[in-house]
Nanobody, 118 residues
Framework: QVQLVESGGGSVQAGGSLRLSCAAS????????MGWYHQAPEKQRELVAN???????NYADSVKGRFTISRDKTKNTVYLQMNSLKPEDTAVYYC????????????WGQGTLVTVSS
C-alpha cells in the first residue's frame, strides 16, 4: 500500500510558475515509477512526467523544457516544478505510484487543481 498526498496547486497567470509536491507513505526507492498526470475538464487523464526508482525521467512533449520532475529520497517526496505555465496547463494534477511485484499496483493521490489564467 502507498498513500500519496499532493500539495502546491493554485492559481497563476500565464508565464508563472508553481511547484507541486507529492509525499509518499513509504520509501520512494521501493516504488518502481512515480509520476504526475493531469486531467482537464472533459478530457482523459494524461501523463505529464514520471521518474523511475533509478532516477530516469520521462516527459510529455507538451511540457518538455518547461516542467521538471525531481525527488527527495530523504523526504519520500516527488516534485513537479512547472515554469512558463500556459492556460492549457489548467487541470487537476494527480500523483501516481506504480509498484511492480508479482502484479502491478497503481496508487493515486487526491489531486490538486492548477489554474492558469491568460
Amino acid at each position: 500500500q502507498v498513500q500519496l498526498v499532493e500539495s502546491g496547486g493554485g492559481s497563476v497567470q500565464a508565464g508563472g510558475s508553481l511547484r507541486l509536491s507529492c509525499a509518499a507513505s513509504r520509501s520512494i526507492l521501493s516504488i518502481n515509477i512515480m509520476g504526475w498526470y493531469h486531467q482537464a475538464p472533459e478530457k482523459q487523464r494524461e501523463l505529464v512526467a514520471n521518474i523511475t526508482r533509478f532516477g530516469s525521467t520521462n516527459y510529455a512533449d507538451s511540457v518538455k523544457g518547461r516542467f521538471t520532475i525531481s525527488r527527495d529520497k530523504t523526504k519520500n517526496t516527488v516534485y513537479l516544478q512547472m515554469n512558463s505555465l500556459k492556460p492549457e496547463d489548467t487541470a487537476v494534477y494527480y500523483c501516481n505510484a506504480l509498484v511492480i511485484t508479482t502484479y502491478q499496483a497503481n496508487y493515486w493521490g487526491q489531486g490538486t487543481l492548477v489554474t492558469v489564467s491568460s
